[in-house]
Structure formats: C-alpha cells, structure tokens
C-alpha cells in the first residue's frame, strides 16, 4: 500500500515538471514586457517631470481657477496630473465638502491604478523563484534514481533541467523586484505631487469665492 502510494506521489510529481517550466516561461515573457515598459515609461513620463511642485505651487497663489488651469496645463508634469487636476478646477461652483470628496476620489482613483500595474511586478517576484524552485526539485527525483541505476545521461539531464529552472526563477524574480521597487518610488512621488497641487487648488478656490462672496 505504502509503494502505491509512494508511486502516486511520484507521478503526479513528475507530471507537475511540463507545466512548472511553461509557466516559468510565461512569467520570464511577462517580466521581459515590463521591462520594456518602464523604460518606455521613464522615457514617455518620468523624464518628461520637469516642473518643481513647490515652484508651481508658488505661481497658483492668488489665481483664479481659468489663470490656475493654464498654468497647470503649460507645466511639465504628468498628464494624468493634469486631466486630475482640469477636472477639479472645473467644478469650482460645487460646495467645499462636495469639491474635497472628489478630490479624494480623483486621488484614490490614481492610486487604484498604480496599484494595479505594481501587483503585476510584485506577483512574478513573488511567484517566479517559487516555480523556480519546484523546477529544481522535480527532476532530481528521476535524476536520483538515474545516479542508483548507473545512468549518467539521465542524471546529467535532470541536473540540466534543475540548474536551468533555478536560474531562470530567481533572475525573473529578480528583475521583477527591481521594476516594482522603482515603478513603487516613482508612483509614491506622483501621488504625494497630485495631492499637493490639489490641496492648492482647494484652498485657492475658496479663496477665490470668498473675494465674490459666495457661500
């Protein structure tokens, strides 16, 4: 009974070897598309982040909503920092707590979405080395029973099949920590930047009714 049981086990191990190195296939594709993407990122938005927010901020004090939007507009940050940022300002006529919940919600919406792109990064870190390691351990089953019945090819194959998962799993892993460390520090600077300017423009917009005496 115990051998049955052993055999099963071994089976369905072994059984596991095809798929474990298809998905470590797919998460080294997947980790090759983000790398591209953020050096498309760095050079499409990132590098573009010319304008100091503590600069900008400076040239929103005393404007009226149509003088801020310009200036926002003509600034070099983020595009999403813009349209975020146009939309509020446009709606300048809302009551105060209704202007600061959508503020709120412009912002979550933003972190919603940054959110989104980094648990991509942080998945494949996480998992990567795990099938890595699977791969390692699958073959050295077959490869252990080779090396008792004297057969080299078969043990030097597993062993192959072994140091090539490992390597693959934790160089995956690898690059997909770095990318989701980076893309992390940049979204945090983003985020701290939009709430920043929003907060501004809040504070000015009821500035600016206050001088027309609106409620």
């Known amino acids: 009974m115990s051998e049955a049981v052993k055999d099963v086990l071994r089976v369905i191990c072994e059984s596991l070897q095809i798929p474990t190195i ?8 997947v980790s090759v598309v983000m790398l591209g ?9 990132h590098r573009k982040l010319k304008t100091s927010i503590p600069e900008l901020i400076d040239i929103l004090q005393g404007k009226n909503s149509e003088e801020m939007e310009v200036s926002i507009n003509s600034a070099r940050i983020l595009k999403r920092q813009k349209r975020a940022l146009t939309y509020l300002l ?14 709120r919600q412009l912002i979550a919406d933003e972190e919603a979405r940054y959110r989104k792109i980094t648990k991509i990064s942080d998945i494949v870190a996480r998992v990567a080395p795990m099938f890595g390691l699977m791969g390692t351990l699958i073959p050295l089953g077959p490869g252990l029973i080779a090396l008792g019945q004297g057969d ?3 043990l030097s194959d597993s062993l192959l099949i072994a140091f090539d998962t490992t390597v693959a799993g934790l160089v995956t892993g690898a690059i997909s920590y770095v990318i989701s460390g980076i893309r992390k520090g940049w979204y945090e600077s983003y985020m701290v930047a939009l709430e920043t300017l929003m907060e501004t423009v809040l504070e000015e917009q009821t500035q600016e009714r206050m001088k027309e005496g609106r409620p």
């Open 90 to 103: 446009r709606r300048g006529s809302y009551p105060d707590n209704t202007r600061e919940a959508l503020a």
């Open 152 to 154: 080299t090819k078969t």
């Open 22 to 29: 298809i998905i470590l296939i797919l998460l080294i594709a």
């Open 37 to 45: 993407s953020i050096i498309a990122e760095f050079f499409t938005d």
